[in-house]
């Protein structure tokens, strides 16, 4: 090989190899500067905030007579009545449908519920539940306190029928927001449910009325 012609490839390939380096920095090629500016193009995704809120009844806590409480005994005693007026074709409590009332009760205490039902055709249940937002199907019939549910709670023959009643107690053992339901398929989604609260203050009463 001709030693002269060596410094003629020389000068060819140097350009040739800073040409491409070049390139790959222009276009964002290093593996480095991808891996940084990463996390800025894909920020973490956060849920909707409508799917944690609820329409929570506004005003004052006020004690209708159909809320008995006893702050000596620390007992409370509620009169429920399915179907006390022909709102929602009767499917109502107290005359109240789709959370429009909030019912209180303080941490703590034995609730005690006189359920009956006036609605002249329709069976109905009543129960408390964690549900607080989905009610177009019946919540599973699991309640958020040990004996806060009536006896068949989604059977629309053997729960409480018309012209019955039934008595449940329960311990409001821990405070938060909870739903007051029919357990019958289809009820909750006409609007049979009303909001319920373990008031971790005291607090004692009905909002919304």
């Not at 001709?2 to 390139?23: D, G, K, Y």
């Not at 607080?132 to 199907?137: D, E, R, S, T, V």
């Not at 409480?160 to 107690?169: N, V």
Request: charged content about 15%; overall charge negative.
């Amino acid at each position: 090989m001709n030693r002269a012609s060596i410094p003629a490839v020389t000068e060819i390939r140097i350009p040739t190899v800073v040409a491409l380096c070049l390139a790959l920095v222009a276009c964002g090629g290093g593996g480095d500067a991808g891996d940084e500016t990463a996390p800025s193009s894909t920020p973490a995704a956060s849920p909707p905030e409508a799917a944690t809120s609820v329409n929570w009844p506004a005003g004052p806590l006020t004690m209708p007579d159909w809320v008995v409480y006893d702050e000596a005994t620390g007992t409370v005693g509620l009169e429920i009545v399915a179907g006390a007026t022909d709102a929602k074709n009767y499917w109502n409590f107290n005359g109240y449908t789709d959370g429009a009332i909030a019912i209180t009760v303080p941490l703590g205490a034995t609730v005690t519920i006189d359920f009956s039902n006036q609605d002249p055709v329709m069976a109905h249940s009543l129960g408390i539940s964690r549900e607080l937002q989905n009610f177009a199907m019946p919540p599973a019939p699991e309640p958020a306190f040990a004996g806060a549910i009536t006896p068949d709670a989604t059977s629309m023959v053997t729960s409480t029928l018309s012209g019955e009643s039934e008595t449940i107690q329960f311990i409001a053992e821990e405070a938060g927001r909870y739903s007051m339901v029919c357990y019958i398929a289809g009820h909750t989604a006409v609007g049979m449910w009303v909001y319920f609260e373990v008031s971790d203050d005291g607090s004692v009463g009905v909002r919304g009325l």
